[in-house]
């Protein structure tokens, strides 16, 4: 994919997200590597819903800024990610509410907070959803927490804050997002009801 074509893609997306109430105001950020080196980030304060192409953040190998507005205050998280994870193509961090809602429980299992309820997000989202503690948005410290947790898992929730998700590819990140907002969703509908969760053998035949 040609750089202009992932611009294009960034910001379809981006709104597709936004228009369906995955983020609100200028919540959540998106980045995506380039075949060429470098990426592509949304620009802090910007709003997901009307991204401009031509003025997203060009970020160079080292994710210093190059060209564009001045990226999102998260660069370090999208860093931290793109280090853990060769594979990684595009990060997603968004503050959907229901991902969000768990992300701020006092008792939930903090290796994996949202249990295997559903195929597509074990599909989607991998074994794990690891929490990770609470850093104020945009702290450096926040890379190295990161960083660790996304050694083995392709997204975190952080705490009180919302979820970070990779994919291979832009569409994949967004999809994983939208799979693992579902199953926050539905963890929380079946929170104090007696649910049959997937068993291991059953996740592991997903992942395999
Ligand atoms: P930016 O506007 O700097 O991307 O920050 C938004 C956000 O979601 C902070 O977590």
Redesign the pocket.
């Known amino acids: 994919m040609t750089e202009q074509e992932a611009r294009a893609q960034l910001v379809e997306l981006a709104s597709s997200l936004f228009a369906r109430g995955f983020s609100v105001g200028?919540?959540?950020?998106i980045s995506v590597r380039l075949e060429e080196g470098g990426y592509l980030m949304?620009?802090?304060?910007?709003s997901l819903g009307r991204l401009s192409a031509e003025r997203l953040s060009r970020l160079d190998a080292d994710f210093c800024p190059i060209a564009g507005d001045k990226?999102?205050?998260?660069v370090f998280?999208h860093r931290a990610f793109y280090t853990a994870r060769p594979e990684a193509g595009a990060v997603v961090?968004l503050?959907s509410t229901m991902a969000t809602a768990v992300g701020c429980l006092a008792d939930v299992d903090t290796e994996n907070p949202i249990p295997p309820l559903t195929p597509y997000f074990v599909m989607r989202v991998g074994r794990r959803l690891p929490l990770v503690p609470y850093f104020r948005?945009?702290d450096p410290a926040m890379g190295p927490a990161i960083a660790a947790a996304a050694r083995d898992a392709r997204a975190v929730l952080l705490a009180n804050?919302?979820p970070v998700v990779s994919g291979r590819t832009l569409v994949d990140a967004v999809y994983a997002a939208e799979e693992l907002e579902e199953a926050a969703r539905l963890f929380l509908l079946l929170r104090g009801a007696s649910s049959r969760l997937l068993t291991p053998a059953q996740v592991e035949a997903l992942l395999a």
């Open positions: 200028s919540a959540g950020n949304t620009p802090t304060n910007s990226p999102s205050k998260e998280m961090h503050h948005p945009g804050h919302g």
